[in-house]
């Protein structure tokens, strides 16, 4: 086992595009079970991983945000050459093999994480798919998600919530952009951004 493999078993894959056909960052928030989430983790907290140097923690926190888990595993094997392709990067996922893989594939794209629990509920326990679920970000729709929803996003509170909630419906991610640039900062927007879409209500767009 690469010392890489050993630290995505402690740090979240950072995304759902490959897996879901959506854009997102990190796994929905209250489901990592002992992982790390590396666009939010304190740069102390990465250090602490397992075969973490300072360096490399170092170069994790400048190199955030990942957009997806190919690039945070370019970052945690910066002496492999390998490139990952779109299933590659699902059999990244620990307890992940060939069959699962083919799994995830088949119910793309998911529309909410209910679906992802249950379609992939099909095959393994509620305690694999908790385990499973770390991995995975289902992008919300702004215009139609629940509070719930909403604050699955990382770094989401109930006072963000409220701002989410008050300029709906959104017509386009521009939008969106300017309205909660109202209240944080344009890269914490960018950021937020990759959780979302606009569709039902609104104009389907990123």
Do not use: C
């Not at 385990?131 to 006072?159: C, H, K, W």
């Not at 521009?174 to 606009?198: L, N």
Request: charged content about 25%.
């Amino acid at each position: 086992m690469t010392h890489a493999t050993t630290l995505h078993r402690a740090v979240m894959a950072v995304t759902a595009t490959t897996l879901i056909g959506a854009s997102g960052v990190a796994g929905q928030v209250g489901n990592n079970m002992g992982v790390l989430n590396p666009n939010l983790a304190g740069e102390d907290e990465i250090r602490a991983l397992p075969h973490m140097t300072a360096e490399l923690a170092g170069t994790v926190v400048a190199e955030r945000p990942f957009l997806t888990m190919s690039e945070l595993h370019a970052v945690l094997s910066a002496t492999l050459s390998e490139e990952t392709a779109s299933r590659e990067e699902i059999l990244l996922v620990p307890g992940v093999g060939p069959r699962m893989a083919r799994e995830f594939d088949e119910y793309r794209p998911y529309r909410r994480i209910e679906q992802f629990r249950r379609e992939i509920g099909k095959y393994v326990d509620d305690e694999e798919v908790a385990q499973l679920e770390q991995y995975v970000f289902v992008p919300i729709d702004l215009n139609t998600a629940s509070d719930e929803d909403i604050l699955s996003i990382p770094g989401v509170g109930p006072r963000m919530l409220r701002e989410f909630k008050e300029y709906r419906p959104y017509r386009s991610i521009e939008q969106f952009r300017r309205e909660i640039g109202k209240y944080v900062s344009d890269e914490e927007v960018a950021r937020m951004e990759r959780y979302v879409v606009v569709g039902q209500g609104g104009q389907e767009g990123q």
